[in-house]
């Protein structure tokens, strides 16, 4: 018996749209007899990597650069205050060349806060500077990348330490320094 014959309010396949307005049925999850069984549902849960029982691996910075995107025989993996998250299925933006290419194959967790996306000092996980709002936004793009539909955590990084002696960054005035949308 179709689930779908169950809901009398569930609306046809052709009014649906999700609240970003793409057409949903795009995006649909069907089982072998056409039902759909996530009604436009997109989180972690819904991509079955998250499923699958594995160990974390651990890497060093060196090993992570290898998952930059350059061989598109490697998956394509970056990560945010040493979590590290395989994004491939995002190429296009994750890939060489693509608009968020410069997070891939290291942690640069300080880019995604200030938007300094050129400078290598703000191209690393030296958070040394930055506000609890900063640091709670951070936060939140972690979040983003473990709870996302297509995204899925792999492990983590083992971050050198910075040097406490070292400067903090500079902020990013500059704009010549911040990519252009």
């Given at each position: 018996?179709?689930?779908?014959?169950k809901?009398?309010?569930?609306?046809?396949?052709?009014?649906?749209?999700?609240?970003?307005?793409r057409?949903?049925?795009?995006?649909?999850?069907e089982?072998?007899?056409?039902?759909?069984?996530?009604?436009?549902y997109?989180?972690?849960?819904?991509?079955?990597?998250?499923?699958?029982?594995?160990?974390?691996?651990?890497f060093?910075?060196?090993?992570?650069?290898?998952?930059?995107?350059?061989?598109?025989d490697?998956?394509?993996?970056?990560?945010?205050?040493?979590?590290?998250?395989?994004?491939?299925?995002?190429?296009?933006?994750?890939?060489?060349?693509?608009?968020?290419?410069?997070?891939?194959?290291?942690d640069?967790?300080?880019?995604?806060?200030?938007?300094?996306?050129?400078?290598?000092?703000?191209?690393?996980?030296?958070?040394r500077g930055?506000?609890?709002?900063?640091?709670?936004?951070?936060?939140?793009?972690?979040?983003f990348?473990?709870?996302?539909?297509?995204?899925?955590?792999?492990g983590?990084?083992?971050?050198?330490?910075?040097?406490?002696?070292?400067?903090?960054?500079?902020?990013?005035?500059?704009?010549?320094?911040?990519?252009?949308?």
């Amino acid at each position: 018996m179709s689930l779908r014959k169950k809901i009398p309010f569930d609306p046809p396949l052709d009014d649906v749209t999700n609240t970003t307005g793409r057409d949903s049925k795009k995006y649909r999850t069907e089982s072998s007899s056409g039902e759909t069984w996530t009604w436009d549902y997109q989180s972690k849960y819904t991509n079955w990597r998250n499923w699958i029982p594995r160990r974390e691996i651990m890497f060093t910075l060196e090993e992570l650069s290898k998952y930059d995107g350059s061989d598109p025989d490697l998956p394509i993996y970056l990560a945010i205050n040493g979590e590290v998250f395989d994004v491939t299925q995002g190429r296009d933006y994750y890939g060489k060349g693509g608009s968020y290419g410069f997070f891939s194959g290291r942690d640069a967790s300080r880019a995604y806060i200030t938007g300094c996306f050129s400078s290598p000092s703000h191209l690393s996980h030296d958070l040394r500077g930055l506000t609890p709002d900063q640091l709670k936004s951070l936060e939140g793009w972690a979040s983003f990348y473990r709870d996302h539909h297509t995204y899925f955590k792999v492990g983590r990084v083992a971050l050198p330490p910075i040097d406490p002696n070292s400067p903090i960054p500079p902020p990013c005035n500059d704009p010549t320094e911040q990519k252009s949308s």
